[in-house]
């Protein structure tokens, strides 16, 4: 065999071997997807993800997305769903070739670099992290810088999933505090301060402690009721400091229930207090994640005993 021929093998040999090792670096192997640059920026994972982590740099603050047996959450709260479901149908396949830059010096500049941007780590049930740098959004073309980590080349991701992965922690929880279905509401009792009052569905009217009700303040109060979403959400310190033991409304909600010795059943219960600047914090007596609710949102959903009911004149 001639010099020649010989060292056409060894080449083979050596593109073979590169080829064998390199979905074990990046843990094609090991089904934890595979992610390179050598064509392009390409993020693809075998199975969906199990948890989302997006880090923050340099503050290393990270929003975290993970899947229990109750659904998904973020930083321990309620997700919300269709946003997930969103971010869930791209990020297991993403893909570039536009070529943007070579030079580690744009790194930071552009939000790529260790200390910059948005370090996203993904894990699926095989295992992980498997992460990639998504920097900056492209202004003057759209879309997001992104880079392999140890890698110089920098592309430019388009479709959604840039923006996605820059919402912050509220960005991703679920607003939906709680849905009733009105047409089956029986009766409402309402203790605010000192003042408590029942609102009852009577055989063709509603009434207010056997008085005759508004009927427009009571169907505002029912909209309200159908779906209940939070204006914002608390802070940590905020939240930590609430205190429901003795708060400043009460809302309890009876639906029919005819096997019931009472014809009625506990639907949802609310506990409101007044927050420093003019809204409230809402929160279900049986749970403990804690909303921001607007005050004239509360004023339609627990109505004031003069806005329900013309009180006689002395």
Known sequence: ???????????????????????????????????????????????????????????????????????????????????????????????????????????????????????????????????????????????????????????????PAGGYLGRDRDGWRDRAIARVDTATVREIFIRRGDDELVIRRAPGIWQVDGAPADTSAVAGALRTLAAIGATGFPTDEEAAAADFTNPDIEVDIFAEAAGDVTDRDLVLSLRLIADDGGDWLIRKADDVEIYHLADYIVNRLVPERSALVDEPEP
Request: aromatic share 8%; charged share 20%.
């Open 1 to 159: 065999m001639s010099p020649k021929q010989l060292k056409l093998i060894g080449v083979l040999l050596g593109v073979a071997v590169l080829l064998y090792l390199l979905p074990r670096v990046f843990g094609g192997d090991e089904g934890r997807g595979t992610l390179s640059v050598s064509g392009g920026f390409v993020f693809q994972l075998p199975d969906p993800p199990t948890r989302v982590d997006v880090i923050l740099r340099p503050e290393h603050d990270t929003v975290r997305l993970e899947r229990t047996t109750t659904g998904w959450t973020v930083d321990g709260f309620r997700a919300d769903s269709a946003k997930v479901a969103n971010l869930l149908d791209v990020i297991v396949d993403l893909g570039s070739d536009l070529l943007v830059a070579r030079n580690p010096g744009n790194h930071f500049a552009m939000g790529v670099s260790a200390d910059s941007g948005r370090l996203v780590e993904v894990y699926t049930e095989a295992g992980g992290p498997l992460g990639f740098h998504l920097g900056k959004r492209d202004l003057a073309a759209g879309g997001y810088f992104v880079r392999q980590p140890g890698a110089d080349a920098v592309f430019r991701l388009e479709g």
